[in-house]
């Protein structure tokens, strides 16, 4: 919401997603520390060396920094109104090419091969200036003869998302999964 973000001061209707720029910054300064403190440990010899007396000052600001982090983030997701149809509007067919690859690999061929003829259909509709949702089922079969008449299937946001099912991945079960399973870890931490 407008708590979390500020108002440009060349274009007044423009708002700037402060918080979450800062919060992109804060995870790559938390990110540079565990790359220390990873570094300083695989050169250990053994057991504890005074390298480690090192490791203080990262691993405490680390804290300090997620444990800020995380009270800006609640306030941002908790204020946060996603605009819908500006998001489906986002959308652009060229998100669909690694769907297209899968739906090869589902009838039987190599990922290595169906990743170029991918390549190929979305090289075929930037030459013909079209959206690659408008490529005909002949156009598709002339890059590769498995493509049927259910490929235009694969033309489907919503489906394309429900697809990614595997533990950690984005269809509406699996990330439904997921905050339940940080609001338990919250409510244990409490």
Same mark, same amino acid.
């Given at each position: /919401?407008?708590?979390? %973000?500020? !108002? ?6 423009? *708002? ?6 800062? +919060?992109?910054? =804060?995870?790559?300064?938390?990110? !540079? ?8 440990? *695989? ?6 060396? *005074? ?8 691993l405490f600001d680390s +804290? ?6 995380? =009270? ?7 204020? +946060? ?12 067919s060229f998100m669909l ?9 589902? =009838? ?10 991918? !390549? ?31 490929? +235009? ?15 950690? /991945?984005? %269809? *509406? ?18």
């Amino acid at each position: /919401g407008d708590s979390y %973000s500020t !108002g440009s001061s060349l274009m007044p209707q423009k *708002k700037n997603p402060d918080a979450a720029e800062l +919060l992109r910054g =804060k995870a790559n300064r938390v990110l !540079g520390h565990h790359t220390a403190l990873l570094a300083m440990i *695989k050169g250990l010899p053994l057991t504890y060396n *005074k390298d480690l007396q090192e490791d203080k000052q990262a691993l405490f600001d680390s +804290l300090d920094t997620v444990q800020a982090a995380l =009270k800006i983030t609640s306030g941002v997701l908790a204020t +946060l109104q996603p605009a819908a149809a500006r998001m489906r509007g986002a959308l652009n067919s060229f998100m669909l090419a690694t769907d297209l690859s899968e739906y090869l690999v589902r =009838k039987g061929v190599p990922f290595r091969e169906t990743h170029h003829v991918a !390549g190929r259909a979305v090289q075929l509709a930037e030459e013909r200036s079209c959206a690659l949702t408008e490529l005909s089922v002949a156009d598709l079969q002339s890059l590769h003869p498995l493509f049927g008449d259910d490929v +235009l299937a694969v033309w489907d946001f919503d489906a394309s998302v429900e697809r990614r099912d595997s533990i950690g /991945g984005v %269809s *509406k079960r699996r990330v439904l999964e997921q905050a339940d399973a940080l609001a338990a870890w919250a409510d244990a931490a409490a």
